[in-house]
């Protein structure tokens, strides 16, 4: 005979906890209609129109009643349009629209939806690891997660560079004198072109230990007419050749890499004498409770299954996504960088840190 001797537990939050999981699960399974809203141009046709019924959107956009009858259910259910039951017409909010249909933000979102696209098969793969402690490295993952990559940063990296650049203390006079450049875990190679484009004087070097990422990097770079200023080179973040560089950026990687702080001191003794890091990481708060946040559990989740999976399949010690200024002051001092200065600029996504030896 058994008894149950579990504590009595509240049916009332129970009953919250239970709403709480299938909320989050209408909110995975709605964001991929606000997707096929931007890639449908649907967000936009009911900006320009006001108030519409099912039908007028559907005339609007060339397509059928019964997709966007549905569409706009779903959209009302999420809070991003408003029903009139007496006239049966929905509304865009202005505030909705505005941000529903800027071309900069929806680049963004439709990075982040490729990449969630592809969540659902690495996690197949990632599952047992996260239970044995194996990682999972970058190299492992889908090609279409190491696009929805290279389309965040194209978005919320690039467009941003030439104030970020501007704004460091001496880098951005020694590349514009025609300086040398490292970007370390290149990727797609987005950042090395970006810089080969805005400084004409200036060798740029990519280095990534993914050989597929350097391939594209070589192709995106030549594609852009920078080919021979731009030199990809598989090479880990301890161990890439060369010295004087001017500038050595980190786009997103530092916090990926299973020993950071050899990475930081391998660039700062790659360093010219005058030279800096910009380490670009996303924003956060230093603490965990400063980031129990919607922002905070985006970056938390990206670093369970992404980011922290590729540090442990490495030397096993990496910062994950939320790392914050503090721990990344401390990773530089840990590296032998006495100067660390954080730069006081617009950045949607980011915090970035000037290092000097
Ligand atoms: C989050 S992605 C960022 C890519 C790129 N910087 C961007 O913003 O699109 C991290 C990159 O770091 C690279 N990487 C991971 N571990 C590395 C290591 N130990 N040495 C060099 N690159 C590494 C990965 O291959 C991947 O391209």
Sequence with gaps: MTTDVRPEVDQEAVGEAMEKV???FAAAIGVTTVLLGISSGAWKAMAAAGPVTPSELADRMGTVEPYTREWLAAQAAAG???????????????A??????????????????EGMAVMGADLARFRDRFATGQGFGWHERSPEHWEAMAGISDASVIPFLPAWLAAMDGGDALLAAGGKVADVGCGYGGMATALARLY???????????????ARSRSTATDAG????????VATAKDYPGTAYDLITFVDSLHDLGDPVGALVHAREALSPEGSVLLIEPAAGDSLEDNLT???????????TVCTPNGVAQEGHPLGTVAGEVKLRETAAAAGFARVTRLDVEAPMNLLLQLRP
């Design 22 to 24: 299938m909320g989050d």
């Design 80 to 94: 991003y349009v408003e029903y009139d039951a007496n006239t049966g017409t929905f509304t865009l909010p202005g």
């Design 96 to 113: 909705v629209a505005a941000v529903l249909t800027d071309d900069a933000t929806t680049a963004l979102f439709s990075a982040f939806g």
């Design 200 to 214: 004409p004087g200036a060798t740029v070097y990519g280095f990534d230990y993914h050989d597929a990422s350097i």
């Design 226 to 233: 920078v080919g021979d200023r731009v030199h990809a080179e």
């Design 294 to 304: 919607p922002v905070g559990r985006l970056w938390y989740s990206v670093s369970t």
